[in-house]
């Protein structure tokens, strides 16, 4: 099992994150939409790979779950879903995919392993603080929070162990390493709003 450690996230995020709480569920509905969306993708590009259509048709559902369950929590809040916006830190992550064929997927896998990991992260961070809030609904938040965490760290794992077993002989460790940076610099370069990402 391979580790994957990222720069901490600033406390600042955080503090953005609970000064506009409904906005940030507005973003987590559209990422783990987005996150479905991005598990069918790989699916399709690799229809020959059973295992990892198996895989992401397994994924995509249980990010569509998620999807639904905050859906569910802003509509409880009295909160309309909101659109999409353009995620600069994914974008950023993704452009750095090479493109040629025998790394494409490689990338595309260890680029999703990051973005999961980061969301695994704070959404930790979401939990914790809401286990200390005083304000009704917070335990159950902070209970929700918790199950999307651990839902996250085992997302990140399934992509680093499919790069293992999907991508044999290329320097998997090297690149990650490369890409760890990167993500760094993109995640340092995002403002603090109320967003994941």
Known sequence: MRDLELEATPAAWLDAVFEDFD?????????????????????SHYPDQPTLVSAMADLAVEELGHYREVIRL????????????KDAYVRALNGEIRRGPEFYLLDRLLVAAIVERRGNERFGLIAQRLIDADFDGARQLAAFYRGITASEGRHWQLFLDLAASHCPGLTIDARLAELVDLEGEFMRAQPFEPALH
């Open 74 to 85: 802003l509509i409880a809040r009295g909160v309309s879903p909101g659109p999409d916006r």
């Open 23 to 43: 906005a940030f569920l507005q973003d987590h509905a559209s990422c783990e939409k987005k996150a479905s969306g991005m598990a069918l993708n790989i699916a």
